[in-house]
T-cell receptor, first 113, second 112 residues
Framework: NAGVTQTPKFQVLKTGQSMTLQCAQD?????MSWYRQDPGMGLRLIHY???????DQGEVPNGYNVSRSTTEDFPLRLLSAAPSQTSVYFC????????????FGDGTRLSIL | TQLLEQSPQFLSIQEGENLTVYCNSSSVFSSLQWYRQEPGEGPVLLVTVVTGGEVKKLKRLTFQFGDARKDSSLHITAAQPGDTGLYLCAGPRMDSSYKLIFGSGTRLLVRP
């Protein structure tokens, strides 16, 4: 079982560039989410989805877009990268609400120059 | 705004010692989860506590949820180098159970 797969593992961008972070899960989970992890700040929720076609904002959504066309995939798009978006990004999936175990990918380390 | 505060931020101990890390809030949580994260990997769930006063044991790890459901603790007995990692507590927001709040974590180093 692959679980949650994130690609790429590392990426360096220049300010203003756009890119998409990919996330795929093979557990048929309805709930998927994106977090960013910065030193000393734990994980902060960016966007989440409760099923295909349904997305909503988390705590820090500005500068990021998401869509959910299938149950398996939940890509995160940076439209115009800024140095403040330098971080480690984690995708997670679960069967449902917050008390359900979250299954995390191994992260994408993103640097914006 | 619901917040989870973890203490201590850093802990360096010798193999065989006992330790306790804390996760505190001024708000009530319906449940709390504990995750462990190793370098280069995503967090992995250790336990979920749901009932106030609940105690759960996972080998040498003991988790407790406060009676008022505002705090939780993780106690490790006879720590081993394999326990090294970042320990995170997390809980769902009361106004939206789909939104998970994470503490900033306790980074534990167990020296051989």
């Amino acid at each position: 079982n692959a679980g949650v797969t994130q690609t790429p593992k590392f990426q360096v961008l220049k300010t203003g560039q756009s890119m998409t972070l990919q996330c795929a899960q093979d557990m048929n989970h309805e709930y998927m989410s994106w977090y960013r992890q910065d030193p000393g700040m734990g994980l902060r929720l960016i966007h989440y989805s409760v099923g295909a076609g349904i997305t909503d904002q988390g705590e820090v959504p500005n500068g990021y877009n998401v869509s959910r066309s299938t149950t398996e995939d939940f890509p995160l798009r940076l439209l115009s990268a800024a140095p403040s978006q330098t971080s480690v990004y984690f995708c997670a999936s679960s069967y449902g609400q917050g008390y359900q175990p979250q299954h995390f990918g191994d992260g994408t380390r993103l640097s914006i120059l | 705004t619901q917040l989870l505060e973890q203490s201590p931020q850093f802990l360096s101990i010798q193999e065989g010692e006992n330790l306790t890390v804390y996760c505190n809030s001024s708000s009530v949580f319906s449940s709390l989860q504990w995750y462990r994260q190793e370098p280069g990997e995503g967090p992995v769930l250790l336990v979920t506590v749901v009932t106030g006063g609940e105690v759960k044991k996972l080998k040498r790890l003991t988790f407790q949820f406060g009676d008022a459901r505002k705090d939780s603790s993780l106690h490790i007995t006879a720590a081993q180098p394999g326990d090294t990692g970042l320990y995170l507590c997390a809980g769902p927001r009361m106004d939206s159970s789909y939104k998970l709040i994470f503490g900033s974590g306790t980074r534990l180093l167990v020296r051989p």
